[in-house]
């Protein structure tokens, strides 16, 4: 295994062990990552988004991973999600890949790629159904996923006083 297969490995690792602080030790400072729920995201984002999604489950998410792929300067992953959507309580399956490109040993882009249509069925039943394949639901959840971590931001900025 190359240092990069082990760093993908220690991120999946330390986000099945729901560890956000060992996630983020593995991305570059100046790191981008990418989704269909969230859109882009830089730098203190990433930390922060993983931060929040890990407190919100509860203990209630599972991830496996497998298919670790990595070369000098790319790399790759395959992995699942199963966790409960928390706004409507509906449980979610989501298959994910992943790649990755790495600057000075660490996570430098991140992109997570899955069919949100597929998502969306599950997480939001028939709204997720009728619209979930509209670029309309695919905003409007990244809207409120955004809105979502800045609040989240600002109250962790409160109690971090």
């Known amino acids: ?19 956000y602080q060992t996630m983020a030790s593995c991305y570059h400072p100046e790191a981008i990552f990418n989704d269909p729920a969230f859109g882009t995201l830089q730098g203190q984002d990433i930390a922060d988004m993983w931060q929040m999604l890990l407190e919100r489950a509860k203990g209630n998410l599972s991830i496996e991973f497998s298919n670790i792929k990595a070369n000098a300067t790319t790399g790759s992953a395959k992995w699942t999600a199963i966790y409960v959507f928390s706004k409507t ?18 996570i430098f882009a991140h992109e997570d790629e899955f069919d949100f249509h597929n998502w969306a069925k ?6 997720g159904f009728w619209l979930g394949w509209t670029t ?22 409160l109690t971090d006083i």
């Open 1 to 19: 295994m190359n240092t990069n297969e082990q760093i993908i490995e220690e991120f999946y690792s330390a986000f099945a062990n729901h560890n």
């Open 89 to 106: 309580n509906r449980k979610v399956k989501n298959k994910i890949k992943a790649n990755f490109i790495f600057k000075d040993g660490l």
């Open 122 to 127: 599950q997480a939001l039943g028939n709204i």
């Open 136 to 157: 309309f639901l695919k905003k409007k959840i990244q809207h409120e996923a955004i809105e979502s971590l800045r609040k989240f931001q600002q109250k962790k900025q």
